[in-house]
């Protein structure tokens, strides 16, 4: 069975910084471009940040110079790495995988809470 697990949620200050990972079981990780979602109360899950296996990135434009997200292909494993945090970005942030073939498998992880306190 495919897991993602995701850790490193938690509360933090606004300005602070977190570090979150995803570890990936079962897949042919280097196939699957990865992602990091997140969704506050009340709102639609959205994307943050997603990297290719040939680690190119994108952002969300509200995250852009304050997130980074990285991958290590021999861990199977994606991090996110968040910098000044603000109170707006406080959510449920999770992982997703999307296989590169066409129609292809997509996974999710059951997410981890970040809290940030103002």
């Known amino acids: 069975q495919v897991q993602l697990v995701e850790s490193g949620g938690g509360l933090v200050q606004a300005g602070g910084s977190l570090r979150l990972s995803c570890v990936a079981s079962r897949i042919i990780y280097r196939d699957y471009v990865m992602y990091w979602f997140r969704q506050a109360p009340g709102k639609e899950r959205e994307m943050v940040a997603s990297?290719?296996?040939?680690?190119?990135?994108a952002y969300q434009a509200s995250v852009k110079g304050r997130f980074m997200i990285s991958r290590d292909n021999a861990k199977d494993t994606v991090y996110l790495q968040m910098n000044s945090l603000k109170p707006e970005d406080a959510a449920v942030y999770y992982c997703?995988?999307?296989?590169?073939?066409?129609?292809?498998?997509?996974?999710w992880g059951q997410g981890t809470q970040v809290t940030v306190s103002s």
């Open positions: 997703k995988a999307v296989s590169t073939i066409e129609d292809g498998p997509i996974y």
């Open positions: 990297i290719t296996s040939g680690h190119y990135t």
